[in-house]
């Protein structure tokens, strides 16, 4: 159990780290529409998507490898509480069409990356 806590929380510090260092990239810059939270979601669901396939066979990864990369590394990296955050004060600044437009992109391109991921993974283990 304490290992399995380490793993996590190694694994959420790297995926944290990688977070705030995306941040500081000049190309993604915060403006009206929060496309850098957007990006972090979409790359973070592909990649869980890979480790999903990746861990389903269980060859690849033993368990505490397994939740320093999923639980720790994507559930520090991606940032669904952020996302919610933001769709919020859209919406309080009655900025409608926006915040519709930021869910419908942020849940139909995360869940297609997830999906991506694991077709990915297969044609590059096939």
Do not use: D, H
């Not at 990006?39 to 320093?68: D, H, Y």
């Not at 994507?74 to 940032?79: D, I, Y």
């Not at 769709?87 to 069409?97: D, I, N, Q, S, V």
């Not at 519709?100 to 096939?126: D, H, N, T």
């Amino acid at each position: 159990m304490l290992l399995n806590c380490f793993a996590v929380g190694a694994g959420g510090f790297v995926g944290s780290v990688f977070r705030y260092l995306i941040s500081l990239l000049p190309f993604f810059r915060y403006g009206a529409f929060p496309l850098q939270t957007l990006l972090v979601n979409v790359a973070g669901s592909v990649i869980i998507g890979v480790l999903f396939k990746a861990s389903e066979s269980g060859a690849f990864f033993n368990a505490q490898t397994l939740l320093f990369l999923k639980v720790g590394i994507c559930g520090g990296f991606t940032t669904f509480s952020t996302f919610s955050l933001e769709t919020a004060g859209m919406l309080e600044a009655g900025r409608w069409l926006p915040a519709l437009v930021y869910v419908l992109l942020s849940v139909g391109l995360c869940l297609s990356g997830v999906f991506a991921g694991q077709w990915l993974f297969l044609k590059l283990s096939a």
